[in-house]
Structures are given as structure tokens and as C-alpha cells.
């Protein structure tokens, strides 16, 4: 199966999309399979295919370049990640997952998260601790106004939470747990957007460093979890509004 990018594979494929040439034909830089399907995930992650949305592998062969079968295996990949869902006889279509499943994904997902600042705030060093407040400072100063500034969030919120499981010690957790943050990325991107999460993000990191630097695991349980409960809050009214798809 095709490893997934580090950073949530939002800005990893981003990049390799830049190694395409003439009219959208893929380099041969890569296998097949990994650049189709990195080529479709940028697709998702950046909200050029819809929740719903139907996936047409006539259209993504013409677009580029490569056969049905790189890219049916690439949209099978997908669907075993819970982007896509594929129906015989009918097709394939970006899954459109409901309320409830969005709300079970993020308890999930805030539960694992708050074990593994549990864990940071045990094992931790001094000197990752201060990478950790140094991150949290750059996401700061992001200009809530400028431009891009949704990617420059969510570049540095996967690299606070990339050190934060690089504390916790727990390798086979955080390579699961960074899994389910490209699916709850996706989930923001087809939703309420990073921007609407950028001016309380600071904040709630701000009190699961305080947690670990003062060496209280629960605390930093309980406030990594908070801090998913509310991403998890502003995805979850965006999709009962009706503000899903624009």
C-alpha cells in the first residue's frame, strides 16, 4: 500500500504536484499508483472534489496521462483511508459521511490524542518543550489576513503535533494517530475551513504545553482533547448548516 505523507499529505502532495508538466501529465518521477494517488488527494484536500461527488476514471486518465488501473488501485487506496467509496456497477464517488460518523471519528481521534499528550507530558525532554512553545509562537504570528495563510496554519499546526507525538515516545500510536489527522483534515477542508479554527488554535496548544511542562499527564489529556472536541464542534455545525461543499 502507498505510505501516506508525512504532513498529513496535504502539503506533501501539493509539492509533487508541482512536478507536473505540459497539459497535467504526470512525471514518471514516482510510481504510477503513488503519483495518481497523491494527485487525487490533493484533489480532496483541497476541496476540488466535494463530499458526494462522483470521481470519473475516464476523466482522470485523460487529465493525466495514466491507465485505469493505476488509478482504480490508487481510488481503492482511498477508500480503505475513508475518502472515497467505490460501488460496483456504479462507480466511484467522494464518501459523504454523516453527522453521526463525523462525530464518532473525532471522539476517536481526541481520545488518541490526549493519550498521546498524556504520554509527551511523561517522557518528554526539556529541550523538546521549548520546540514545542516555539511552534505554538510561529502559528501566532500567522496574519489571519494574508495570503495563504490556511496553509501556513495547517503546515504549522501538523508540525506542533508532529513534535508533540515525537515526545509521547510511541511510534506505532503516532503513525496510526497521523492517519486519522489527514481524514479530520479532509473533513475541515470539505466543512467550516482551518481559518475558522487559526484564532483559538494558539490558545489550546498554549494549555497542553502548560500541561506537559508542568509534568501533569492528565491535564494534558484533558486539554488535547478539548482542543479536538472543538475542531470536531466547528466541523460538525458547519455540516448541520448546510455549509459543507462551497
Known amino acids: 500500500?502507498?505510505?501516506?505523507?508525512?504532513?498529513?499529505?496535504?502539503?506533501?502532495?501539493?509539492h509533487r504536484e508541482q512536478r507536473i508538466e505540459g497539459p497535467d501529465?504526470?512525471?514518471?518521477?514516482?510510481?504510477?499508483?503513488?503519483?495518481?494517488?497523491?494527485?487525487?488527494?490533493?484533489k480532496l484536500m483541497?476541496?476540488?472534489?466535494?463530499?458526494?461527488?462522483?470521481?470519473?476514471?475516464k476523466g482522470l486518465s485523460e487529465e493525466t496521462g495514466v491507465s485505469r488501473q493505476p488509478i482504480m488501485s490508487a481510488?481503492?487506496?482511498?477508500?480503505?483511508?475513508?475518502?472515497?467509496?467505490?460501488?460496483?456497477?456504479?462507480?466511484?464517488?467522494?464518501?459523504?459521511?454523516?453527522?453521526?460518523?463525523?462525530?464518532?471519528?473525532?471522539r476517536v481521534f481526541g481520545s488518541n490524542e490526549g493519550l498521546i499528550a498524556a504520554l509527551a507530558a511523561e517522557r518528554c525532554l526539556d529541550e523538546e518543550k521549548q520546540r514545542l512553545e516555539e511552534i505554538n509562537e510561529k502559528i501566532e504570528q500567522i496574519n489571519p489576513r494574508s495570503r495563504g495563510v490556511e496553509l501556513s496554519y495547517m503546515k504549522l499546526n501538523e508540525e506542533f503535533h508532529n513534535h508533540l507525538h515525537l515526545m509521547a515516545r510511541s511510534p506505532l500510536i503516532s503513525r496510526q494517530q497521523m492517519a486519522n489527522f489527514q481524514l479530520?483534515?479532509?473533513?475541515?477542508?470539505?466543512?467550516?475551513?482551518?481559518?475558522?479554527?487559526?484564532?483559538?488554535?494558539?490558545?489550546?496548544?498554549?494549555?497542553?504545553?502548560?500541561?506537559?511542562?508542568?509534568?501533569e499527564p492528565d491535564a494534558a489529556q484533558q486539554s488535547a482533547n478539548r482542543h479536538i472536541e472543538n475542531i470536531a464542534r466547528q466541523v460538525l455545525e458547519a455540516m448541520a448548516s448546510g455549509r459543507v461543499g462551497g
Open 1 to 14: 500500500m502507498h505510505s501516506l505523507p508525512e504532513l498529513t499529505g496535504t502539503l506533501e502532495c501539493m
Open 25 to 42: 501529465k504526470l512525471l514518471n518521477t514516482s510510481t504510477k499508483k503513488a503519483a495518481i494517488y497523491d494527485h487525487i488527494l490533493n
Open 46 to 57: 483541497t476541496g476540488q472534489y466535494r463530499f458526494g461527488e462522483k470521481i470519473l476514471v
Open 75 to 106: 481510488l481503492s487506496n482511498l477508500q480503505e483511508r475513508g475518502f472515497v467509496q467505490i460501488t460496483a456497477q456504479v462507480g466511484c464517488t467522494v464518501y459523504n459521511p454523516s453527522i453521526q460518523e463525523v462525530s464518532d471519528f473525532y
Open 184 to 215: 479530520s483534515d479532509f473533513f475541515i477542508v470539505q466543512s467550516c475551513g482551518f481559518q475558522a479554527h487559526i484564532d483559538d488554535a494558539t490558545e489550546e496548544h498554549g494549555s497542553i504545553i502548560e500541561a506537559i511542562n508542568s509534568g
